[in-house]
């Protein structure tokens, strides 16, 4: 039996401590795909909820000081998971 595995890039920013919600911790803003020029993903599943559990992987690379710079580095991402892995969109396998 084959497994199927989805992935889904996931925003979810938290502000909180190990002590609950941090007044002094700097929040980073979300940046929607609409707004960094998302190519549309080749290859959508969806799931039924609730789902049982969720991963969320990341990606490390150099630090980005601008929003240009931020897009760049993202779109050069999926672009290489979409045209070089031929995955549907930025993924982990």
Request: neutral net charge; contains cysteine; aromatic residues 8%.
């Amino acid at each position: 039996m084959k497994l199927q595995v989805s992935f889904i890039v996931l925003g979810v920013i938290l502000c909180a401590d190990c002590n609950g919600f941090s007044e002094t911790m700097e929040c980073p803003s979300v940046v929607m795909r609409c707004d960094w020029n998302a190519s549309m993903s080749t290859d959508t599943h969806f799931l039924r909820h609730p789902v049982k559990m969720v991963i969320i992987g990341h990606t490390v690379t150099t630090e980005c000081a601008t929003f240009d710079t931020c897009t760049r580095g993202i779109k050069s991402i999926q672009n290489y998971h979409q045209n070089m892995k031929h995955w549907g969109d930025i993924a982990y396998k």
